[in-house]
């Protein structure tokens, strides 16, 4: 248990992940735009502007674990994209990601602490119209891959979680772009995703989940 740091607190899989962290005896700090809309302590920061969070976060004391679950996921062919689309995605999804690790480092050091992506399930490479969202996603893995290895003699650990179908209003808008159904009870339930990432979070000092690939139990 321990001092927590939170993305996307005020989202789907996010609110569930607070709540389960708190049940769970940890300290929380949430980092977003509208952190007032939750009940733990929380820095105002806009992930699409990495260069803002080092002042956005200031003196952080001890830190025990960063959790990224902040996302976007634009739906564009490329023929029709924009560059301001990219860089977008590309800041919240994955360069916000890496300029808050390097914020919290000093203490994850001390605390040999634990760094944990909400990536997304590794099968969606490759995907027509989504490839900001994939080409984040994947940009993502590879900075957790890098990370663990650079990190290994500070003691911190890196995990990517890569989960399939959660129910949550970002998934119910990306199906009705695609044109694809949505129902929620064939989906991961956020509390049962924010249940594994919790549990990620508390193995023994000897070992941890580098990779944890979530899928929903067919029903
Ligand atoms: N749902 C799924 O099926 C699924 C599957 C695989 C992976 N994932 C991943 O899981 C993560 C959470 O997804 P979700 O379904 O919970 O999505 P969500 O409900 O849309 O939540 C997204 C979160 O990201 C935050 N965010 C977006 N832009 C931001 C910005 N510029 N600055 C600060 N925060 C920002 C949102 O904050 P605001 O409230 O301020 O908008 C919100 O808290 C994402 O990384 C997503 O890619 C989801």
Redesign the pocket.
């Known amino acids: 248990m321990g001092h927590v740091l939170v993305?996307?607190?005020?989202?789907?899989?996010?609110t569930a992940l607070v709540r389960g962290l708190v049940r769970a005896g940890h300290q929380v700090t949430a980092?977003?735009?509208?952190v007032g809309?939750l009940d733990v302590h929380g820095i105002e920061?806009?992930?699409?502007e990495p260069g803002t969070l080092a002042a956005a976060l200031g003196e952080l004391g001890d830190v025990h674990a960063l959790i990224h679950?902040?996302?976007?996921?634009p739906i564009a062919a490329v023929a029709d994209g924009d560059p301001d689309t990219w860089e977008?995605t590309l800041?919240?999804?994955v360069t916000?990601a890496a300029e808050l690790v390097r914020l919290t480092l000093p203490a994850l050091r001390r605390s040999r602490g634990h760094v944990i992506f909400?990536?997304?399930?590794p099968g969606m490479t490759g995907v027509a119209r989504w490839s900001a969202?994939v080409g984040s996603?994947a940009a993502l893995r590879e900075l957790a891959d890098s990370l663990r290895e650079e990190e290994a003699a500070h003691g911190v650990r890196v995990t990517t979680v890569?989960?399939?179908?959660?129910?949550?209003?970002?998934?119910r808008g990306?199906r009705s772009t695609f044109g694809r159904p949505y129902d929620p009870d064939r989906?991961?339930r956020?509390e049962t995703l924010a249940q594994m990432v919790v549990w990620a979070l508390s193995a023994p000092a000897d070992a941890y989940v580098s990779e944890l690939s979530v899928l929903p139990t067919p029903r």
């Open positions: 993305t996307g607190a005020t989202g789907g899989i996010g980092v977003g735009r509208d809309r920061a806009d992930l699409a679950c902040a996302g976007i996921s977008r800041a919240v999804n916000s909400v990536n997304a399930s969202f996603k890569y989960p399939a179908a959660t129910a949550t209003e970002l998934l990306v989906c991961i956020p």
